[in-house]
């Protein structure tokens, strides 16, 4: 298929790569970037050892047990919790549990003297009017003064809810920056805008779905019990796993992967997951914007360009799978070698929009010069170059091809008597019937009917399509040309009627290379083929009315027909005939489809002919014994003459055309 660009389509591209990439970077299709994105952190995030800050204490189904209430926590335990911490060595507590609202005032009090008093820094969860209402928003203020906060928040994007990024801190309503309490607890200086979340890895030898094993983490119920060992010097974030009501419960890029009920995090971990970032600065790579947009822009451009290979559109569609598969398999790799989360649903998006939006274009191009050929050139050529120029338009480019193919000709004996003696309608009443039923003959054997001369056909096989079998194509049509025509010529009638005389058909079929092409001007064009290969054709069609039969094969035919393992073909030699003004002789055959009642015919005819061949004084009685046994073959009438006229080889020289 023929494709014409220019450079809008460039421009286009570009269009491409911007309306893409706004529409996935800030429209409805950035969720689907985010799912691939968390599909590389699910799958390759590197397995690493728990780090030893912080350590997750965890309040969970079996510590809510001991409560008459789960909510809020009880506040003597948590006073005790905290404690306990303190006196295993904690280095800091950071409190994912918000105080809003009272409980017993003897709980509340216990619980704020210690944190008021506790040896070990203490930072308490923080929010505000986001996510409490009036109420809530005073209690905590009233109940946490002069406390160390942080800030609970979550940074959650917008298009999904995943959580992917530390959050900072920010300013609080009483105009003090409060820092995020992963930033509290880390000690670290607040960073000047959201970063990236770096999600860890699980332990080596942890359970595919066991996200929890990033960490070491111990039930709060169970504080008192654990070995002093394992809390000294450390940081430690006390927090809820209660997923099994949902509670305090979080989406993150592990669900991508695991679905909901694995995937998600309790909110204490994912600050673990920040604190961990923070404390061991290993940010998260980020690919700049103008990286980012160049990879759209490159799909686009690729999309576009990849239209010039001018494949059909299964095959584009399938390099466009190949692409978009290959560096999908790259993006994986280069996360998992610790780079960034490269966007890959963008620049594929945009390298679908291209290509498709190449073809339709294409498409509309080629529509419009179909119908400009078919408007300009139906009145000068015949239908089917017309649908050979509207399936290619690039056979209108005047320049030639060499190219190897058969040509068959047609010629009607005594057809010019025959068309003095007729009424002009009779004969192109007789002429057309005649015509129109060779034509679908050749059509229906694969053959283009390259010209109508008077009575006559020049007919290609193997152009303007190319045909590896041509030859064989063109015998097999010669022979069923033969058959027609004989039948026509017994049967021709006028439109009353009556009987009509019509001579027999002769066919000439020679194969050879020729130069093939538009000839003439685009006003005027004609499709042809220019070479000796034509006119030995012609030639071999007058030879039959030397020899008597109807067709007549080149050797160079016969040849290439037997390459393509024809069994229902035989060919008979005629001889090795020198026309009038050539010195060079031609090997000329006659072909007869192979069956019973020819195949011994053949045979035997062939065995008279070797005598004949080698001048052996045997072929003379040979052939009258043929003679009788077959006497309507016309080549061994001919070559009986022959042999009765001296002539004892099986070289002809004509003296007539």
């Known amino acids: 298929m023929t494709r014409r660009y220019n450079w809008t389509l460039y421009l286009a591209a570009l269009g ?10 800030h429209g409805p299709l950035r969720a689907m970037e985010n799912w691939l994105s968390d599909l590389r952190v699910g799958l390759m995030t590197a397995r690493q050892p728990p780090p030893d800050d912080p350590v997750i204490i965890t309040i969970t189904e079996d510590t809510l047990r001991q409560f008459p209430y789960r909510s809020p926590l009880n506040r ?45 820094p203490v930072f308490v969860a923080y929010a505000d009017h986001e996510t409490l209402n009036v109420q809530q928003q005073a209690f905590l203020e009233q109940y946490t003064a002069g406390m160390r906060r942080g800030y609970v928040n979550l940074f959650l994007d917008n298009a999904d809810g995943v959580a992917r990024t530390i959050f900072p801190g920010r300013i609080a309503p009483n105009g003090q920056f409060i820092p995020g309490l992963a930033v509290a607890l880390a000690g670290v200086t607040p960073p000047p805008e959201p970063l ?47 997923q099994e009501t949902a509670t305090d419960v979080w989406k993150t890029p592990f669900s991508a992967l695991l679905g909901y009920r694995k995937g998600h995090l309790p909110g204490v971990v994912i600050h673990a997951h920040a604190m961990a970032q923070l404390l061991q600065n290993q940010p998260l790579p980020v690919t700049p914007p103008w990286a980012v947009f160049s990879l759209y822009l490159v799909a686009a451009l690729l999309g576009v360009a990849m239209t010039r290979l001018d494949w059909p559109v299964w095959a584009d569609m399938g390099l466009v799978i190949g692409l978009i598969s290959g560096f999908g398999v790259l993006t994986f790799w280069w996360y998992g070698q610790g780079g960034a989360l490269l966007p890959l649903g963008g620049p594929a998006l945009a390298l679908l929009i291209a290509v498709s939006g190449a073809h339709a274009i294409a498409t509309r191009q080629e529509r419009r010069q179909k119908r400009f050929i078919q408007g300009a050139f139906a009145r000068y050529l015949h239908p089917d170059w017309v649908k050979q120029l509207v399936a290619d338009p690039n056979l209108l480019r005047l320049q030639g091809e060499r190219r190897e193919l058969t040509i068959l000709f047609t010629d009607v004996a005594n057809f010019t008597t025959t068309s003095e003696d007729l009424p002009p309608a009779t004969l192109v009443w007789v002429l057309s019937h005649y015509l129109e039923g060779m034509t679908e003959i050749i059509i229906a054997h694969g053959g283009a009917v390259n010209k109508y001369l008077g009575d006559g056909i020049m007919v ?13 194509r063109a015998v097999r049509c010669a022979l069923a040309l033969d058959q027609f025509a004989e039948k026509f010529r017994t049967q021709a009638t006028d439109p009353d009627g009556t009987p009509v005389a019509f001579g027999e058909t002769r066919i000439g079929v020679h194969t050879g290379e020729v130069t093939i092409g538009n000839f003439g001007s685009h006003a005027r064009l004609e499709y042809t083929a220019i070479g000796d290969v034509a006119n030995a054709a012609s030639r071999l069609e007058g030879l039959n009315k030397h ?28 001889g090795r005939i020198v026309v009038k003004g050539k010195s060079e002789a031609l090997q000329v055959f006659h072909p007869v489809a192979a069956n019973p009642a ?45 042999l009765q006229a001296h002539e004892c080889d099986s070289r002809i020289k004509l003296t007539s055309k």
């Open 16 to 25: 491409i790569a911007v309306f893409t990439w706004l529409l996935v970077a």
């Open 547 to 574: 020899i008597g039969t109807r067709i007549a094969v080149s050797d160079a035919a016969r040849v290439h027909a037997e390459q393509q393992e024809t069994t229902d073909l035989r060919f008979q030699p005629i």
């Open 196 to 242: 990236p979340l770096r999600y860890r890895g699980l332990a080596p030898g942890a359970p595919d779905d066991q996200l929890l094993s990033a960490f070491k983490i111990y039930p709060a119920h169970l504080a008192a019990m654990l070995p002093t060992s394992w809390l000294a010097g450390r940081l430690v974030l006390v927090g809820a796993d209660l």
């Open 76 to 120: 003597v335990f948590l006073a005790q919790l905290i404690t306990v911490l303190s006196e295993k060595g904690a280095r800091a507590i950071g409190l994912d549990i918000l105080f809003d609202q009272p409980t017993e005032p003897a709980a509340d009090e216990a619980l704020a003297q210690v944190l008021h008093h506790s040896a070990t």
């Open 598 to 642: 020819s195949i011994t015919r053949v045979n035997d005819y062939a065995a008279a002919y070797a005598l004949l061949d080698v001048g052996d004084p045997r072929a003379a009685e040979r052939f009258a014994e043929l003679q009788t046994r077959y006497p309507s073959d016309p080549l061994v009438a001919f070559h009986l003459r022959r």
């Open 460 to 472: 290609l096989f193997g152009a303007p399509v190319m045909q590896e079998d041509h030859a064989r």
